[in-house]
T-cell receptor, first 116, second 116 residues
């Protein structure tokens, strides 16, 4: 089975801190994703990466950056944390899909981040 | 841009009964993928079922089946013989096929409660 591991289940940080959320997958997937999940808003894509050192902005990239130095690891960075970034963060990975391929995304357990 | 709408924020069902969760989407494309994901209280999101738009036959996975109405842009999930373990948030998701795009567009979710 695919394993997507997020480094922390719960994290508490202070406003203005630089915060790192780490995600590792063990299935040699090309694609990795970061979402935030808020009640009533569903999942919103922050950033995704389709290869090492490659990244693309999702729907809500403001206030975030990402790093993918190795294929298995995708980091989400909050440069200067703010209270409105308190949320559940989900990491996902998938294998690269061809035009006629239908590979699903596999998700980690999530990190509940609180910014005080 | 594609959008996915889940009009039922919450649903409940009696154990052993059948429940249908609604999902509609908006797209100008003719070929795409649709997914239902389940997120139990433990939070890991898992794939329930997937459908390819060019296939007219509705997908089924054991007690889970979909009613895919392409013209109406509707993709509802039917859960038969509901079990306590079916209690979760359910998310409908869309992925375009053209260009091999990897991004999922999620609805806001439906919280399903299963009553014993």
């Amino acid at each position: 089975d695919v394993k997507v591991t997020q480094s922390s289940r719960y994290l508490v940080k202070r406003t203005g801190e630089k915060v790192f959320l780490e995600c590792v997958q063990d299935m040699d997937h090309e694609n990795m994703f970061w979402y935030r999940q808020d009640p009533g808003l569903g999942l919103r894509l922050i950033y995704f990466s389709y290869d090492v050192k490659m990244k693309e902005k999702g729907d809500i990239p403001e206030g975030y950056s990402v790093s993918r130095e190795k294929k298995e690891r995708f980091s989400l960075i909050l440069e200067s944390a703010s209270t409105n970034q308190t949320s559940m963060y989900l990491c996902a990975s998938s294998s690269r899909t061809g035009l006629y391929s239908n590979q699903p995304q596999h998700f980690g357990d999530g990190t509940r981040l609180s910014i005080l | 841009a594609q959008t996915v709408t889940q009009s039922q924020p919450e649903m409940s069902v009696q154990e052993a009964e059948t429940v249908t969760l609604s999902c509609t989407y908006d797209t100008s494309e003719s070929d795409y993928y649709l997914f239902w994901y389940k997120q139990p209280p433990s939070r890991q999101m898992i794939l329930v079922i997937r459908q390819e738009a060019y296939k007219q036959q509705n997908a089924t996975e054991n007690r889970f089946s979909v009613n895919f109405q392409k013209a109406a842009k509707s993709f509802s999930l039917k859960i038969s013989d509901s079990q306590l373990g079916d209690a979760a948030m359910y998310f409908c998701a869309y992925r375009r096929k053209k260009g091999g795009s990897e991004k999922l567009v999620f609805g806001k979710g439906t919280k399903l409660t299963v009553n014993p």
